[in-house]
Protein backbone atom coordinates (compact mmCIF):
# COMPACT_ATOMS: atom_id res chain seq x y z
CA UNK A 1 0.00 0.00 0.00
CA UNK A 2 1.45 3.37 -1.41
CA UNK A 3 1.60 5.90 1.01
CA UNK A 4 1.08 10.18 0.51
CA UNK A 5 1.42 12.59 2.65
CA UNK A 6 -1.04 15.81 0.45
CA UNK A 7 -0.27 18.95 2.29
CA UNK A 8 -0.43 23.18 1.84
CA UNK A 9 2.61 24.81 1.35
CA UNK A 10 6.32 24.40 0.60
CA UNK A 11 8.84 22.99 3.05
CA UNK A 12 11.66 24.94 3.20
CA UNK A 13 14.94 23.39 4.17
CA UNK A 14 15.47 23.44 7.92
CA UNK A 15 15.02 20.62 10.90
CA UNK A 16 11.58 20.30 9.97
CA UNK A 17 12.32 18.84 6.45
CA UNK A 18 15.29 17.27 7.97
CA UNK A 19 13.03 15.29 10.45
CA UNK A 20 10.38 14.33 8.14
CA UNK A 21 12.94 13.12 5.14
CA UNK A 22 14.58 10.77 8.16
CA UNK A 23 11.06 9.66 9.48
CA UNK A 24 10.31 8.66 5.94
CA UNK A 25 13.14 6.89 5.31
CA UNK A 26 13.18 5.19 8.35
CA UNK A 27 9.53 4.06 7.53
CA UNK A 28 9.97 2.78 4.10
CA UNK A 29 13.09 0.69 5.05
CA UNK A 30 10.86 -0.86 7.83
CA UNK A 31 7.45 -0.78 5.75
CA UNK A 32 8.41 -2.58 2.69
CA UNK A 33 8.50 -5.97 4.34
CA UNK A 34 5.06 -5.36 5.65
CA UNK A 35 3.42 -3.97 1.96
CA UNK A 36 3.89 -0.91 3.57
CA UNK A 37 5.53 2.39 0.99
CA UNK A 38 6.80 4.45 -0.22
CA UNK A 39 5.73 6.77 1.12
CA UNK A 40 5.66 10.46 -0.72
CA UNK A 41 4.99 13.65 -0.07
CA UNK A 42 2.75 16.05 -2.29
CA UNK A 43 2.64 19.76 -1.68
CA UNK A 44 0.16 21.81 -3.28
CA UNK A 45 0.11 25.85 -3.38
CA UNK A 46 -2.31 28.37 -3.43
CA UNK A 47 -0.37 31.40 -5.01
CA UNK A 48 -3.65 32.87 -6.07
CA UNK A 49 -4.88 33.57 -2.33
CA UNK A 50 -8.44 31.68 -2.98
CA UNK A 51 -8.50 30.49 0.31
CA UNK A 52 -9.73 26.96 1.97
CA UNK A 53 -11.96 26.43 -1.32
CA UNK A 54 -9.04 27.04 -3.82
CA UNK A 55 -6.66 24.82 -1.01
CA UNK A 56 -9.07 22.08 -1.37
CA UNK A 57 -9.75 21.91 -4.99
CA UNK A 58 -5.61 21.46 -5.49
CA UNK A 59 -6.00 18.87 -2.82
CA UNK A 60 -8.23 17.17 -4.18
CA UNK A 61 -6.53 16.91 -7.46
CA UNK A 62 -3.38 15.57 -5.81
CA UNK A 63 -5.27 12.71 -4.13
CA UNK A 64 -4.65 9.45 -5.99
CA UNK A 65 -7.18 6.93 -6.99
CA UNK A 66 -8.89 4.45 -4.94
CA UNK A 67 -6.98 6.62 -1.52
CA UNK A 68 -8.60 6.19 1.67
CA UNK A 69 -8.12 9.45 3.05
CA UNK A 70 -7.12 10.53 6.29
CA UNK A 71 -6.97 14.13 7.28
CA UNK A 72 -5.64 15.81 10.44
CA UNK A 73 -8.02 18.01 12.08
CA UNK A 74 -8.29 18.78 15.59
CA UNK A 75 -11.42 18.25 15.89
CA UNK A 76 -10.75 14.43 14.48
CA UNK A 77 -10.80 11.32 16.74
CA UNK A 78 -7.69 10.95 18.90
CA UNK A 79 -5.94 7.29 19.01
CA UNK A 80 -2.72 5.96 20.61
CA UNK A 81 0.19 4.90 18.32
CA UNK A 82 -0.95 0.75 18.81
CA UNK A 83 -4.55 1.49 17.39
CA UNK A 84 -3.26 3.89 14.47
CA UNK A 85 -0.52 1.08 13.77
CA UNK A 86 -3.60 -1.27 13.37
CA UNK A 87 -5.81 1.08 11.24
CA UNK A 88 -2.94 1.63 8.84
CA UNK A 89 -3.16 -2.65 8.91
CA UNK A 90 -6.38 -3.04 9.04
CA UNK A 91 -6.39 -0.82 5.38
CA UNK A 92 -3.66 -2.82 3.93
CA UNK A 93 -5.41 -6.15 4.49
CA UNK A 94 -8.17 -5.46 3.20
CA UNK A 95 -6.44 -4.91 -0.52
CA UNK A 96 -6.20 -0.52 -0.05
CA UNK A 97 -4.49 0.34 -2.98
CA UNK A 98 -3.10 3.85 -1.85
CA UNK A 99 -3.80 5.86 1.79
CA UNK A 100 -3.20 9.49 1.63
CA UNK A 101 -3.05 12.07 4.65
CA UNK A 102 -4.19 15.48 3.98
CA UNK A 103 -2.93 18.72 6.01
CA UNK A 104 -4.47 21.13 5.38
CA UNK A 105 -3.30 24.95 5.43
CA UNK A 106 -3.15 27.88 7.92
CA UNK A 107 -7.03 28.02 8.26
CA UNK A 108 -7.47 23.98 8.27
CA UNK A 109 -9.38 21.93 5.19
CA UNK A 110 -12.41 22.62 4.08
CA UNK A 111 -15.92 21.10 4.58
CA UNK A 112 -15.99 18.85 0.84
CA UNK A 113 -12.34 17.28 2.01
CA UNK A 114 -13.71 16.73 6.43
CA UNK A 115 -16.63 14.91 4.94
CA UNK A 116 -15.08 13.01 2.26
CA UNK A 117 -12.37 11.40 4.55
CA UNK A 118 -12.37 7.72 6.03
CA UNK A 119 -10.62 9.47 9.25
CA UNK A 120 -10.49 12.74 10.75
CA UNK A 121 -7.38 12.43 12.93
CA UNK A 122 -6.53 15.25 15.70
CA UNK A 123 -2.98 15.20 17.61
CA UNK A 124 -5.12 16.52 20.47
CA UNK A 125 -7.15 19.36 21.36
CA UNK A 126 -4.27 21.92 20.38
CA UNK A 127 -3.40 23.00 17.34
CA UNK A 128 0.11 22.29 15.96
CA UNK A 129 2.13 24.56 13.24
CA UNK A 130 1.89 23.55 9.86
CA UNK A 131 5.23 21.96 9.78
CA UNK A 132 5.25 20.67 13.26
CA UNK A 133 2.11 18.66 12.41
CA UNK A 134 4.17 16.88 9.65
CA UNK A 135 6.57 16.00 11.44
CA UNK A 136 4.82 14.47 13.99
CA UNK A 137 2.53 12.46 11.20
CA UNK A 138 5.77 11.07 9.57
CA UNK A 139 7.26 10.04 13.19
CA UNK A 140 3.87 8.07 13.68
CA UNK A 141 4.12 6.34 10.65
CA UNK A 142 7.03 5.63 11.73
CA UNK A 143 6.44 4.02 14.90
CA UNK A 144 3.05 2.36 13.32
CA UNK A 145 5.87 0.41 10.91
CA UNK A 146 7.98 -0.23 14.15
CA UNK A 147 4.82 -1.88 16.24
CA UNK A 148 3.81 -3.23 13.09
CA UNK A 149 7.11 -4.99 12.92
CA UNK A 150 8.09 -5.53 16.25
CA UNK A 151 10.80 -3.50 16.58
CA UNK A 152 11.53 -1.52 20.25
CA UNK A 153 11.25 1.46 19.12
CA UNK A 154 7.63 1.49 20.69
CA UNK A 155 7.56 1.39 24.32
CA UNK A 156 4.21 1.06 26.69
Known amino acids: MKLFLITVGKLRKGPEADLIKDYLTRFDRIGRNMGLGP ?4 EVE ?3 GGGKAAEAALLA ?3 PENATLVVLDERGKLLTSPDFANKIAGWRDQGQPNLA ?4 GADGLDASLLNRADLKLSFGKMVWPHMLARVMLTEQLYRAASILSGAPYHRV
Open 101 to 104: FMIG
Open 46 to 48: DKK
Open 61 to 63: KAL
Open 39 to 42: ASVI
